[in-house]
């Protein structure tokens, strides 16, 4: 700042009779306006008695612009012709700098004075640094006329308007760029009252301090905290890789991107080891502060093949953030390599100055690579930049993790519940079959739901669905082990109540054993049902299961009036059996309860809607299954859901052939006589050897073993039945006959003979009975 020296000469009358040009720059009045004109009338206060007298002291004066200025004052006498006291030549100086002027222009922030009008009086050297202007060109000026007009420049004039208006001091802080700096940096600013002696508020000064590294560490930690609650929102890998990318973008980065190795997005267990060539990535997700992302060089879902001297790789191959800044030749191959691969990117590309590639770490397992770059923000990363990286890379890492893991569970309990549900149904001829399965759409998993279909004997088949409550494999194999106890329960052909109920007993033992405890913790639920063609009634029981529905021919669809019973391995409680009779035609809809409950669900009106699909006429029972599915789910469920649809059919009289037999060996002929005239009849003649030596051994088996009433059925289906009843409740048996015994060798004649034999235990006794194939035709 140039020493200015003002000189002037005062008359004994106080009238000033010369003016420097000292005088003038110091004070903006021009000579032809001082000169002869009163000294006093340049005072801002009235001078403090003696001045002259002590011929030095400090003198407030009034600037021609009209604001306040303190000169150091030094005044000597004029001797008159007479050697009389004639006037004083006055000398005028800004103040020396004592300590506090000192303080003043040497302090490490930004300090400036302004009057009560926001004119310019005072700069320090720091002040002037960050304008990029001297003091000189701002004493006196409007702030408002030194810098262009924004946001930050109306805030600041706002903030000085208040303090000279209120007289109180403000503190505040702003981020704006500094011109002289060509950087947006954050200031703490604080602006007081100055007075003077008679407490007249006469300036504001001000002191702003720059607070960047401190604004900046604030906004890190923001970045971190809303990470915490926007990256892993769900377990999918793709979609916590773009929550990454929209916490970096834009705040941290004008453009990043996220490449993961490919295993990580298939279900691999094993890892294999980072290579150190040819290193070749899969983009998940990239992001831009420009719509559309024209920087990217590789498309989401493309491979990224990165060089070895590429950041990215490096950054992979040692374990830590790796910085590529303008001028580093490494980072200049780099932008070239993306130029070339992507020449229509190249414009947007241009500024790139800086960038960072962290590797993304998961519990010592190398998953990919997250790259940030800059090329609007005008700051290079730094140390702090990657400590943040760092740290918000080992948060994503470890939610992207979590989601790879989810992923490879849900696979594996989908494969293993899918390899669990029957693949394709058995054949059977008393009802048409549909079936449906959906997994469920939530985090919890694949849970513990299945569906099958049994054939029975006497052309009878069980319709079976349960829930294994919870999700995961365990449920998946849960539902396994209990599938295959219903499996293996409706070989012995148990009634519906009958099986559930040693079904409870199974899974009560296993808890007890300590290997069915997850069944007894979580839960299961059953419906059993079992469904003769030839007297087209249906027996069924639940446990805790809901009732399945039924649509009558030409009726509305309503739900069967049945007891839930108890979920299975409460134990001790009994379950009830309903029967019910249905026409040829009927409709019979079991599900597991995701179907009709769930967290968005109302039970009632969900129910309504499944009667309402059930009752609309269908052309084939997988149109019906599609159709009600997409009546009743309006969107994923939120838990599995198993459908199975059954429409009955009826085996008239013309299939089944029916014979009271009288308890006397003699008799045995005539049952064979009637089964081969039953054979001609349908033209299965072929079928009568073996048919009359499966009739003649279990009908004498019956007289001679059993107990009235006898009576012999036969059935033609799918198969050729022959089935006999007594009321004796003993089960036969195979059995080795020795070389001399006399019996003990129908039942192997039987078995050898026939397709597949077996017992079933009825109200009344008991029914033995014998399948073998039908003749092609």
Same mark, same amino acid.
């Given at each position: 700042?140039?020493?200015?020296?003002?000189?002037?000469?005062?008359?004994?009358?106080?009238?000033?009779?010369?003016?420097?040009?000292?005088?003038?720059?110091?004070?903006?009045?021009?000579?032809?306006?001082?000169?002869?004109?009163?000294?006093?009338?340049?005072?801002?206060?009235?001078?403090?008695?003696?001045?002259?007298?002590?011929?030095?002291?400090?003198?407030?004066?009034?600037?021609?612009?009209?604001?306040?200025?303190?000169?150091?004052?030094?005044?000597?006498?004029?001797?008159?012709?007479?050697?009389?006291?004639?006037?004083?030549?006055?000398?005028?100086?800004?103040?020396?700098?004592?300590?506090?002027?000192?303080?003043?222009?040497?302090?490490?922030?930004?300090?400036?004075?302004?009057?009560?009008?926001?004119?310019?009086?005072?700069?320090?050297?720091?002040?002037?640094?960050?304008?990029?202007?001297?003091?000189?060109?701002?004493?006196?000026?409007?702030?408002?006329?030194?810098?262009?007009?924004?946001?930050?420049?109306?805030?600041?004039?706002?903030?000085?308007?208040?303090?000279?208006?209120?007289?109180?001091?403000?503190?505040?802080?702003?981020?704006?760029?500094?011109?002289?700096?060509?950087?947006?940096?954050?200031?703490?600013?604080?602006?007081?009252?100055?007075?003077?002696?008679?407490?007249?508020?006469?300036?504001?000064?001000?002191?702003?301090?720059?607070?960047?590294?401190?604004?900046?560490?604030?906004?890190?930690?923001?970045?971190?905290?809303?990470?915490?609650?926007?990256?892993?929102?769900?377990?999918?890998?793709?979609?916590?890789?773009?929550?990454?990318?929209?916490?970096?973008?834009?705040?941290?980065?004008?453009?990043?991107?996220?490449?993961?190795?490919?295993?990580?997005?298939?279900?691999?267990?094993?890892?294999?080891?980072?290579?150190?060539?040819?290193?070749?990535?899969?983009?998940?997700?990239?992001?831009?502060?420009?719509?559309?992302?024209?920087?990217?060089?590789?498309?989401?879902?493309?491979?990224?093949?990165?060089?070895?001297?590429?950041?990215?790789?490096?950054?992979?191959?040692?374990?830590?953030?790796?910085?590529?800044?303008?001028?580093?030749?490494?980072?200049?191959?780099?932008?070239?390599?993306?130029?070339?691969?992507?020449?229509?990117?190249?414009?947007?590309?241009?500024?790139?100055?800086?960038?960072?590639?962290?590797?993304?770490?998961?519990?010592?397992?190398?998953?990919?690579?997250?790259?940030?770059?800059?090329?609007?923000?005008?700051?290079?990363?730094?140390?702090?930049?990657?400590?943040?990286?760092?740290?918000?890379?080992?948060?994503?890492?470890?939610?992207?993790?979590?989601?790879?893991?989810?992923?490879?569970? @849900?696979?594996?309990?989908? /494969?293993?519940? %899918?390899?669990?549900?029957?693949?394709? !149904? =058995?054949?059977? $001829? +008393?009802?048409? &079959?549909?079936?449906?399965?959906?997994?469920?759409?939530?985090?919890?998993?694949?849970?513990?739901?299945?569906?099958?279909?049994?054939?029975?004997?006497?052309?009878?088949?069980?319709?079976?669905?349960?829930?294994?409550?919870?999700?995961?494999?365990?449920?998946?194999?849960?539902?396994?082990?209990?599938?295959?106890?219903?499996?293996?329960?409706?070989?012995?052909?148990?009634?519906?109540?009958?099986?559930?109920?040693?079904?409870?007993?199974?899974?009560?033992?296993?808890?007890?054993?300590?290997?069915?405890?997850?069944?007894?913790?979580?839960?299961?639920?059953?419906?059993?049902?079992?469904?003769?063609?030839?007297?087209? @009634?249906?027996?069924?029981? /639940?446990?805790? %299961?809901?009732?399945?529905?039924?649509? !009558? =021919?030409?009726? $509305? +669809?309503?739900? &069967?009036?049945?007891?839930?019973?108890?979920?299975?391995?409460?134990?001790?409680?009994?379950?009830?059996?309903?029967?019910?009779?249905?026409?040829?035609?009927?409709?019979?809809?079991?599900?597991?309860?995701?179907?009709?409950?769930?967290?968005?669900?109302?039970?009632?009106?969900?129910?309504?809607?499944?009667?309402?699909?059930?009752?609309?006429?269908?052309?084939?029972?997988?149109?019906?299954?599609?159709?009600?599915?997409?009546?009743?789910?309006?969107?994923?469920?939120?838990?599995?859901?198993?459908?199975?649809?059954?429409?009955?059919?009826?085996?008239?009289?013309?299939?089944?052939?029916?014979?009271?037999?009288?308890?006397?060996?003699?008799?045995?002929?005539?049952?064979?006589?009637?089964?081969?005239?039953? !054979?001609?009849?349908?033209?299965?003649?072929?079928?009568?050897?073996?048919?009359?030596?499966?009739?003649?051994?279990?009908?004498?088996?019956?007289?001679?073993?059993?107990?009235?009433?006898?009576?012999?059925?036969?059935?033609?289906?799918?198969?050729?039945?022959?089935?006999?009843?007594?009321?004796?409740?003993?089960?036969?048996?195979?059995?080795?006959?020795?070389?001399?015994?006399?019996?003990?060798?129908?039942?192997?004649?039987?078995?050898?003979?026939?397709?597949?034999?077996?017992?079933?235990?009825?109200?009344?006794?008991?029914?033995?009975?014998?399948?073998?194939?039908?003749?092609?035709?």
């Amino acid at each position: 700042m140039e020493h200015l020296v003002a000189t002037a000469v005062i008359d004994a009358l106080g009238i000033v009779t010369a003016w420097s040009e000292g005088a003038q720059k110091l004070t903006g009045h021009r000579a032809e306006e001082i000169v002869g004109r009163p000294a006093a009338r340049l005072l801002a206060e009235r001078m403090p008695p003696g001045t002259f007298e002590a011929q030095t002291g400090v003198v407030a004066l009034r600037h021609r612009d009209g604001h306040r200025m303190e000169l150091a004052l030094t005044a000597r006498p004029v001797l008159g012709p007479a050697g009389r006291p004639g006037g004083h030549v006055v000398t005028a100086a800004r103040p020396g700098p004592g300590l506090a002027e000192h303080a003043f222009e040497q302090a490490s922030m930004s300090m400036s004075v302004f009057d009560t009008r926001q004119r310019y009086l005072r700069l320090n050297e720091k002040a002037c640094q960050v304008l990029g202007i001297p003091e000189e060109a701002l004493l006196g000026r409007y702030y408002p006329d030194t810098l262009e007009d924004n946001e930050h420049t109306r805030g600041f004039l706002s903030h000085l308007r208040r303090v000279t208006e209120t007289g109180a001091p403000v503190r505040y802080e702003t981020f704006t760029g500094a011109p002289a700096l060509d950087r947006e940096q954050a200031w703490d600013i604080e602006m007081w009252p100055l007075r003077d002696a008679s407490g007249e508020l006469t300036g504001v000064a001000l002191a702003a301090c720059d607070s960047s590294e401190q604004y900046w560490a604030r906004r890190r930690l923001a970045l971190l905290n809303e990470a915490a609650t926007g990256i892993g929102t769900t377990l999918d890998v793709v979609r916590t890789a773009q929550e990454l990318i929209a916490v970096l973008v834009p705040r941290f980065a004008d453009f990043a991107s996220v490449d993961l190795l490919d295993w990580v997005l298939g279900t691999d267990e094993q890892p294999p080891r980072v290579p150190h060539t040819d290193l070749v990535l899969r983009r998940v997700a990239h992001g831009s502060a420009t719509p559309g992302t024209p920087e990217a060089a590789v498309r989401v879902g493309d491979q990224d093949p990165c060089p070895p001297f590429s950041p990215p790789a490096r950054a992979l191959r040692e374990g830590r953030v790796v910085f590529g800044q303008g001028g580093d030749p490494e980072f200049g191959r780099w932008v070239d390599d993306r130029n070339a691969r992507s020449p229509e990117g190249r414009p947007h590309r241009k500024g790139v100055h800086s960038m960072l590639a962290v590797p993304l770490r998961a519990r010592g397992t190398t998953l990919g690579v997250a790259v940030a770059v800059r090329m609007g923000h005008p700051e290079d990363y730094g140390g702090d930049d990657a400590a943040f990286a760092e740290e918000l890379a080992s948060r994503a890492a470890v939610c992207i993790d979590n989601a790879r893991r989810f992923a490879r569970e @849900r696979h594996t309990a989908l /494969a293993l519940q %899918h390899s669990l549900l029957p693949s394709g !149904l =058995p054949p059977q $001829a +008393a009802v048409d &079959v549909a079936h449906r399965y959906l997994p469920c759409g939530s985090l919890a998993g694949i849970g513990g739901d299945w569906f099958d279909v049994i054939p029975l004997s006497g052309s009878r088949v069980a319709l079976v669905v349960g829930d294994v409550v919870g999700h995961g494999i365990q449920s998946s194999a849960t539902m396994g082990r209990l599938r295959t106890a219903v499996r293996t329960l409706a070989d012995v052909d148990l009634a519906p109540d009958e099986l559930l109920t040693h079904l409870d007993d199974l899974v009560t033992h296993l808890a007890a054993d300590g290997d069915g405890k997850e069944v007894a913790e979580l839960g299961a639920t059953c419906l059993y049902a079992v469904y003769d063609p030839v007297s087209r @009634r249906l027996s069924l029981a /639940a446990a805790g %299961h809901p009732a399945p529905a039924v649509v !009558l =021919p030409g009726a $509305a +669809a309503e739900l &069967v009036p049945m007891r839930a019973g108890p979920p299975l391995g409460v134990g001790g409680l009994p379950f009830e059996a309903t029967e019910l009779e249905l026409p040829e035609g009927s409709l019979v809809a079991l599900y597991t309860d995701g179907l009709v409950e769930g967290r968005d669900l109302d039970v009632d009106r969900a129910t309504g809607r499944l009667l309402r699909a059930l009752t609309t006429p269908a052309d084939t029972t997988d149109a019906l299954c599609d159709r009600l599915l997409k009546a009743v789910l309006d969107e994923q469920p939120g838990d599995d859901v198993a459908l199975l649809l059954a429409r009955t059919r009826a085996l008239g009289a013309d299939r089944v052939a029916t014979w009271d037999v009288p308890a006397d060996p003699a008799h045995v002929g005539t049952a064979r006589e009637a089964v081969i005239d039953r !054979l001609t009849a349908w033209g299965l003649q072929e079928t009568a050897f073996v048919t009359e030596l499966v009739v003649s051994e279990l009908v004498t088996n019956a007289i001679r073993y059993g107990a009235s009433p006898i009576q012999l059925r036969l059935i033609r289906d799918r198969a050729l039945i022959c089935e006999v009843s007594d009321g004796s409740s003993t089960s036969p048996h195979l059995r080795r006959a020795h070389a001399f015994d006399e019996g003990g060798r129908g039942l192997l004649l039987v078995a050898q003979l026939t397709q597949r034999w077996g017992s079933r235990q009825t109200g009344g006794g008991k029914t033995i009975w014998a399948e073998q194939p039908l003749p092609e035709q």
